[in-house]
């Protein structure tokens, strides 16, 4: 029954994900919001609701291995695994001064995260802790980040004057509505079925929460960015696809971790230390990656793939 009401909790977390992103994007175009505002936010975070759930959700819970363990995971397997398998499917153009700036935030954002997780390191504390003073940094560091947002969007209205027809046929509808709040509920719901049943899965395994974090939630939750970045770059929007990756990671750790050390400090698995500076490395690839070519083709996509694959093995022998 575990396993199923997991099944259950994953199969929710995904299509609340995808009626929030359906119904909120369509309430932005409706109110004229810039589409590039729409790509950047509604998309990356809407996809990385699944995330925020299930870590707030375990920082209540007091499981801060499954809350960390989560976001960690999910972001190596954003930068590796799906943006693998969607430039193999087609090259990723990386063009745009947005995407440019973001790849070092999040870089920035994952330095930011291993410097405030080392408090025996760098205060010589008993214990690591992500403590309600690192959420607010964190939020703070993700305001700054929502700001540049913003002030993309507003450069880019130009683009949405060239056709205003366009945007008033997108009228309000209390079914856009419907569509958000009911993917919400899914989702708070969900995360709250993958946290107890992963919980109870890895206790019968002898598994850390910490290695469930970084395996099957991670995974699971991050299922909703594979198959948004898939579908873009399918229809060879390559922009919105690497956009919505990088996007999603900024808000995991900045947000995610934000919001859930602030309501229950966190306690860090020494374990995790590994997986951190392993995230920032592969971001740093990514970020080569994009610069040197301005584009990730399908040797960089088989090398990110492969690396996720290994790194799975890593983590499964550690345990």
Do not use: C, W
Not at 5 to 13: D, K, M, T
Not at 139 to 164: C, G, H, T, W
Not at 271 to 281: E, R, T
């Amino acid at each position: 029954m575990t396993y199923i009401l997991l099944l259950v909790g994953f199969a929710l977390l995904i299509k609340g994900a995808d009626y929030f992103v359906e119904g909120a994007s369509k309430i932005a175009q409706s109110l004229n919001v810039s589409p590039l505002l729409i790509g950047l936010t509604i998309v990356a975070f809407g996809t990385s609701s699944p995330e925020a759930t299930v870590s707030i959700v375990a920082a209540l819970e007091q499981n801060a291995g499954v809350a960390i363990g989560n976001v960690v995971g999910s972001n190596i397997f954003n930068i590796t695994f799906v943006v693998g398998v969607t430039a193999l499917l087609n090259p990723l153009t990386v063009e745009s001064e947005t995407i440019r700036k973001e790849i070092p935030f999040t870089l920035l954002a994952s330095i930011a995260l291993i410097v405030l997780i080392s408090d025996i390191s760098l205060q010589s504390f008993q214990n690591n802790f992500i403590t309600r003073s690192d959420g607010l940094i964190f939020l703070l560091f993700f305001a700054i980040f929502l700001y540049y947002i913003f002030e993309v969007a507003r450069n880019s209205r130009d683009q949405m004057k060239e056709s205003p027809k366009a945007q008033k046929e997108k009228t309000f509808s209390g079914k856009s509505v419907l569509f958000t709040i009911l993917g919400l509920a899914a989702i708070i719901f969900g995360g709250d079925l993958v946290v107890d049943n992963a919980s109870k899965i890895a206790i019968s395994f002898g598994m850390s929460e910490t290695l469930v974090g970084l395996t099957i939630v991670a995974v699971g939750t991050s299922l909703p960015e594979l198959i948004t970045s898939v579908t873009a770059a399918l229809k060879k929007e390559s922009e919105i696809a690497l956009g919505n990756i990088v996007g999603s990671n900024i808000f995991n750790i900045l947000f995610v971790l934000g919001a859930a050390s602030v309501i229950s400090p966190l306690a860090v698995d020494s374990k995790i230390f590994i997986d951190v500076l392993l995230m920032i490395l592969l971001t740093g690839v990514l970020l080569i990656f994009s610069r040197t070519h301005f584009k990730i083709g399908k040797y960089e996509g088989i090398f990110l793939a492969s690396a996720y694959i290994l790194y799975m093995v890593y983590i499964i022998i550690r345990n």
